[in-house]
C-alpha cells in the first residue's frame, strides 16, 4: 500500500511539474525589425495593422477573422475593405486603437518612432516590420507566422514565395545582356527608384540594370536626366498613388515628344504595374518581380506565355495568371500569362 502511495505520490509531482512549466513553454521570444525583444504568451486574437503590407501579410496566413483594425490604405484583399479603420499610415489614431483593445499591434517603421513608442507606454504588445528587401519580406512572414502561431501557414507561404524567386533567378540566370530599366513612381515631377530600394532589387534580380543605379533611394529627376539615362526597359506604376487602376503615368511617357528617342518608348518596352504590387513589401512583391522578369526578358518566358486583350486585375501568384501588362505603340496595352 505504502509503495502504491509512493507511486501515486511521484505522479502527482510529475502532472504538477508539467503544468507549471506549461505556460513559460508556450511563450514566444522574438526581435522585431527594429531590434525590440518581444514575448508572446499566447497567441494573439484581436490584430491591428499599421500598414498595408502588414494587412496583407495577415491576410495571406489566413488570420483576416483575427484581424479587428487596419489603416484606410488597406485595400488589399477586398476583406480588409471591411475592417474598421483606425487613421491614415502616418497619422494613426491612438484613442481609435485604443477603443478596439488590441491584443497585438502590427506596426511599420513608417508609421513612425514616437507612435510605436506611445503604444508600447501604454501596455500594448507591439511587433513593428521594416523590410527593405526580398529576403528580409521572406523573414518577416516567418516572423508574423511566430508572433500569431501561425507558423506552419507561414512556413508554406514563404517557402512558396522564395521558390518562386528561384524560378525567376534561374530562368535569367547567364542572361548576357542585362537591359537598362528605369522604375518610375510618379511623372510630375519625375520620381524614380534608386539603389537601395526594393525595386532596385526587383530589377536586378530580375536580370535587369538599374538606369538610375547613381540615384539612391527615392528621388526626382529632371526630364533630361530620364532622357540621358536612355533606359531600355520602362516599368511605371499604375494610377495615382496607393489607389492603382489608371495608366496616366504610361500614357504620359509614350505621348510626350521628347521621349520619342527613349530606347524604352521607341521599342514599346513600357510595363504598368500596380503601384499596390510593386510598392508594397508583402507576399505580392513577388508578383511585382514576375512581372519585372518578363517584362525585361521575355524571350526567356516565352513558353510560358500567351497574349490576351482582355484587362483583368493586377494579380499574378506564380506565372499561373496575370504576369505582365505591356504597353505597345498606340497605347494599345497587352497583357501576357501563362496557360495552366
Sequence with gaps: MNAQKKKMMVLLIIILTILSVSPASAATT??????????????????????????EILF?????????????????????????????????????VIAIKPDLILASYGNGEDLVENLCSLGY?????????????????????????????????ADG???????????????QERPSVAHVIWNDPIFVSGSGTIQDELIRTAG??????????????????????NPDVLIVNAGTGMGGGEDAIAQFFINEPRFSRVSAIRDNRVCIIDSDVV????????????????????SRFA??????????????????TLVAILACAGGVLIIMRRNR
Design 30 to 55: 522574438l526581435t522585431d525589425d527594429v531590434g525590440t525583444t518581444i514575448t508572446i504568451t499566447s497567441p494573439p486574437q484581436r490584430i491591428v495593422s499599421l500598414s498595408p503590407s502588414n494587412t
Design 60 to 96: 495571406a496566413l489566413g488570420l483576416g477573422d483575427r484581424v479587428v483594425g487596419v489603416t484606410e490604405y488597406c485595400n488589399y484583399p477586398a476583406e480588409a475593405l471591411e475592417k474598421p479603420t483606425v487613421g491614415g499610415y502616418s497619422t494613426v489614431s491612438i484613442e481609435k
Design 125 to 157: 504588445t507591439v511587433v513593428a516590420l521594416n523590410p527593405e528587401t526580398l529576403d528580409q519580406v521572406i523573414h518577416d512572414i516567418r516572423l508574423v507566422g511566430k508572433t500569431t502561431g501561425a507558423d506552419e501557414n507561414a512556413t508554406v507561404l
Design 161 to 175: 514565395l522564395q521558390e518562386r524567386i528561384d524560378t525567376v533567378e534561374a530562368r535569367v540566370a547567364g542572361v
Design 208 to 229: 535587369g540594370t538599374n538606369a538610375f543605379s547613381g540615384v539612391e533611394g527615392w528621388k526626382n529627376i529632371g526630364i533630361e536626366d530620364f532622357i540621358q539615362a
Design 279 to 298: 510598392d508594397r513589401s508583402g507576399p505580392r512583391i513577388v508578383d511585382a518581380l514576375e512581372i519585372i522578369s518578363l517584362a525585361i526578358h521575355p
Design 303 to 320: 513558353n510560358d506565355t500567351q497574349v490576351v486583350t482582355t484587362l483583368p486585375g493586377v494579380q499574378g501568384h506564380g506565372f499561373g
